[in-house]
């Protein structure tokens, strides 16, 4: 079955350590996301890529890296420059601008 | 910018009901918006997705509909089920003013059906 999977689904650091969050799809799609979900905050865009090799800051990128090497992977670093790095993470690709978006299961980090 | 609002923040019915969520938007010039539903310590399922040009879209139970004029959707759901508990959340791709990429989410409503 194809599908977006991130890994781990749980992910505990030491504050002051980077951390590097999975997500890999097989919908050989072009466009990938990564989004930071927090309680009555709803979803909060933070890297995107449209394809390999290429792309771009969202919302809320500062303390946070990415890299998109392969079409079919878009890791995540945390760095230690980011302030409030608890959260559920939502890795997402689509296909075309119009066409649905589709996410993964989440990694949830807890930085203590 | 865009703004999309989702109302209310929370909802519970009986089984068996059938019921409506509604989704705001402030800007109309909008490319599609989608339908996902999220289950407690889960991702995102995408449920309905309406372009622009379309006024509503169905998939068995639901059904999703678009008035770009008033900016608005609603997801209909009939005949409700304990299984449809969950957090709904709607999000717009819109042709400017959204988040980075265009998309703004709304916040989502919390779903309980009642056995």
């Known amino acids: 079955d194809g599908g977006i999977t991130q890994s781990p689904k749980y992910l505990f650091r030491k504050e002051g350590q980077n951390v590097t969050l999975s997500c890999e799809q097989n919908?050989?799609?072009?466009?990938m996301y990564w989004y930071r979900q927090d309680p009555g905050q709803g979803l909060r865009l933070i890297y995107y890529?449209?394809?390999?090799?290429?792309?771009q800051k969202g919302d809320i990128a500062e303390g946070y890296s990415v890299s998109r090497e392969k079409k079919e992977s878009f890791p995540l670093t945390v760095t230690s420059a980011q302030k409030n790095p608890t959260a559920f993470y939502l890795c997402?690709?689509?296909?075309?601008?119009?066409?649905?978006?589709?996410f993964g299961n989440g990694t949830r980090l807890t930085v203590t | 910018k865009q703004e999309v609002t989702q109302i209310p923040a929370a909802l519970s019915v009986p089984e068996g009901e059938n019921l409506v969520l509604n989704c705001s938007f402030t800007?109309?010039?909008?490319?599609?918006l989608q339908w996902f539903r999220q289950d407690p310590g889960k991702g995102l399922t995408s449920l309905l997705l309406?372009?622009?040009?379309?006024r509503e879209q169905t998939s068995g139970r639901l059904n999703a509909s678009l008035d770009k004029s008033s900016g608005r959707s609603t997801l209909y759901i009939a005949a409700s089920q304990p299984g449809d508990s969950a957090t709904y959340l709607c999000?717009?791709?819109?042709?400017?003013?959204?988040?980075?990429?265009?998309?703004?989410f709304g916040k989502g409503t919390h779903l309980i059906i009642q056995p």
């Open positions: 997402a690709s689509r296909e075309t601008y119009n066409s649905p978006l589709h």
């Open positions: 890529s449209q394809i390999v090799n290429d792309f």
């Open positions: 999000a717009v791709r819109g042709q400017s003013g959204g988040g980075a990429d265009g998309l703004t």
């Open positions: 800007d109309s010039a909008i490319y599609n």
């Open positions: 919908l050989n799609h072009d466009a």
């Open positions: 309406i372009q622009s040009s379309q």
